[in-house]
């Protein structure tokens, strides 16, 4: 665990966000706020503000706050969407609430972000906006294509850049436009989110269909179950005509087994990798730094983490 | 209808801010926008804007369009919510599209007023915050309260206040803050945006008890069906033992009766006028000009209108 300065400020300030007169709204929030999520984006926010030489943290504190919030909202809306019934261990909104109290937790928190956004730079804020019409656009072309077999490797990959790795890309980049770092390393610094967002999302949906449910907190294989493509299941199914039938199945030993032996899962793996290393290649213009090796070491854990 | 200035720049930014390579997105969401609303949000802001004074209109049209996508918004998510299958003569983005297409469509439509909040003055920006924030949490507590047949006045008050009146409030006030206008007026304004949307709402939970199917463009009586409370059922069930029964039948006319002859539909309609004549009382701090015959034409309508 990397210890990030400013993190615990930032915890503070999503537990104020959260306050509601309507204690379903707020206790409902701050459960899966509260729960333990890994807080990849905020650290990553205050990580890259920095490395990038930013001295007053204030700024980066607020926005990693608002990213944060942003993202706690669009895992609320999803888990309704994919009718999952846990997360981080614990019952889902949806499943403890219903549907319609999710939609409108999912909907209280991400108002919530706008209390934050009061004199947040306007560049900051463009880019914000950005993601957050990327996240959506993600998820909708992903609820589109679900049960896509003849999905490509740049249809997965357009997908995942806009859903999760457009959010990343914000946060480094906005660490470096709050530093105010120079255009190259703010570009460095996007092209390192970019890419640890896209190895992230890739390591994620390998786990989905080889990782424990006790290390996951959730259950595993659901992505499978709905129909969603992942690169892992785009190579098995572009290999060999035997991969649909296998897929389609409710045999997960047979399709874990298939996955491996056809070598797709190694190259979704590899793949991600890839990816981690082109993250960590990216900070090289930035000097050496403590929060430059956390940065590398968020990149690694992406990759090896198996929750 | 009034012709309100500035009105075709809103209509226009509205279709601007839809626009996404995503064509399922900004299909659906168009079609709601550019259905036919009556765009009383926009109005207020902009009649607002014109009755305090305000010259340079710019700023007014920006938050115009902005609350006419938060609006846009919450309709989108309600109607998944109420499991509605038509709204203003066509079918809802949920009938049409599903419930998961449906809540991004929302949440499309949400994030696409970031856009537009750059530059915008911090004090709209923060009524903004909290009115957004209100929305939800009126539309949680009558998801909450459905079928609480001891629900209180002041409980649907508080509710019609908060997931109503609160947008319009701070329609009316922003109004008055862009224009530059004194803070006697902006809080005239805000009276009378809050007193307006009561009004607003009153009328509309008659029209769904006794409105005709035609003049609406959705069903009536889905209110009822769903167990949601209003001024004239809480008055009848306060006054009659056997409302409640008459009330969970399914007997349309009988309902209506009833609430005729208990006298609990002219109660309704009688406080829907008392707040529209408090919010043209509170018109009478500006000065005398179209704009501000107009903001008192629309608290008329608010409470004449049959959809």
Redesign the interface.
């Known amino acids: 665990v990397i210890a990030v300065a400013g993190l615990d400020s930032v915890e503070e300030a999503l537990e104020r966000a959260l306050a ?3 204690s ?2 707020s206790g409902a929030a701050s459960q899966l706020v509260l729960s333990g999520g890994k807080r990849l984006r905020p650290k990553t926010v205050l990580l890259a503000h920095e490395a990038a030489g930013g001295e007053d943290r204030s700024q980066a504190v607020r926005f990693a706050t608002i990213v944060e919030l942003v993202h706690t909202a669009s895992l609320i ?1 999803d888990d ?2 994919d009718r999952s019934g846990m997360r981080r261990g614990e019952e889902t909104v949806n499943a403890r609430w219903g ?3 999710a ?3 999912g ?2 928190v ?3 972000m ?2 934050l ?3 947040l730079d ?1 560049r900051v ?2 880019l ?3 993601a ?2 990327c ?3 993600g ?3 992903e ?2 294509s679900l049960g896509d077999t003849a999905m490509s490797e740049e249809g997965y990959l357009d997908i995942v850049s806009r859903k999760t790795a457009s959010l990343f890309a914000v946060c480094a980049e906005s660490g470096g436009v709050l530093a105010g770092a120079s255009e190259e390393r703010i570009g460095a610094l996007r092209s390192y989110g970019l890419n640890l967002g896209i190895a992230f999302q890739i390591r994620d949906d390998t786990l989905d269909l080889v990782g424990q449910v006790d290390d996951l907190g959730k259950p595993v294989a659901s992505d499978l179950a709905q129909g969603k493509m992942s690169l892992a299941t785009i190579c098995a199914l572009s290999a060999s005509s035997a991969a649909d039938e296998i897929l389609s199945s409710a045999d997960r030993l047979g399709v874990v087994e298939m996955l491996q032996d056809s070598g797709a899962l190694s190259y979704a793996l590899q793949k991600a990798e890839q990816y981690a290393d082109s993250a960590k290649d990216s900070l090289s213009v930035l000097p050496p730094s403590g929060a430059r090796a956390a940065l590398r070491g968020m990149a690694d854990f992406a990759v090896a983490r198996v929750r």
Chains 1, 2 share one sequence.
């Open positions: 509601s007169d309507v379903l709204l809306h309704i969407n549907d319609g109290l939609l409108l937790t909907d209280f991400f108002v919530r706008l209390s956004l009061a004199g306007s804020l463009d914000l906006s950005n957050c019409q996240i959506v656009e998820e909708a072309l609820v589109l």
